[in-house]
Nanobody, 127 residues
Framework: QFQLAESGGGSVETGGSLRLSCGAS??????VGWFRQTPGNERERVAL????????KYADSVLGRFTISEDDAKTTMYLQLNNLQPEDTAAYYC??????????????????????WGRGTQVTVSS
């Protein structure tokens, strides 16, 4: 089951930008994250939004280039991708953790299990 829906993927050249969207309300979840995966590799955590704490976390590889945010209505989560590089090419997924967050989710800073996922949106960066 896919309870979330991502959009905004596409093909860009190196240095380009995209904005991904995910229909995930911060009223419904304790954590929302963006992940990416390439064929044959494990899903990689890219950016997390710790809703209760109002904090964000990023993978080192995207720090300073990607930004996770939500709209004013708190119904949509975004991932702004700037200065895209060929190694950013992947399927990007939105994930969410239900409320209330269990202890493992809290202690890990939203790095534990995600119950809800979207089908993914492809980002392709050409050199």
């Amino acid at each position: 089951q896919f309870q979330l829906a991502e959009s905004g993927g596409g093909s860009v050249e190196t240095g380009g930008s995209l904005r991904l969207s995910c229909g995930a309300s911060s009223y419904a979840y304790s954590c929302v994250g963006w992940f990416r995966q390439t064929p044959g590799n494990e899903r990689e955590r890219v950016a997390l939004f710790l809703i209760g704490a109002g904090e964000t976390k990023y993978a080192d590889s995207v720090l300073g280039r990607f930004t996770i945010s939500e709209d004013d209505a708190k119904t949509t989560m975004y991932l702004q991708l700037n200065n895209l590089q060929p190694e950013d090419t992947a399927a990007y997924y939105c994930g969410a953790v239900s409320r209330p967050a269990d202890s493992r989710t809290v202690i890990s800073g939203c790095s534990w299990e995600y119950q809800y996922w979207g089908r993914g949106t492809q980002v392709t960066v050409s050199s």
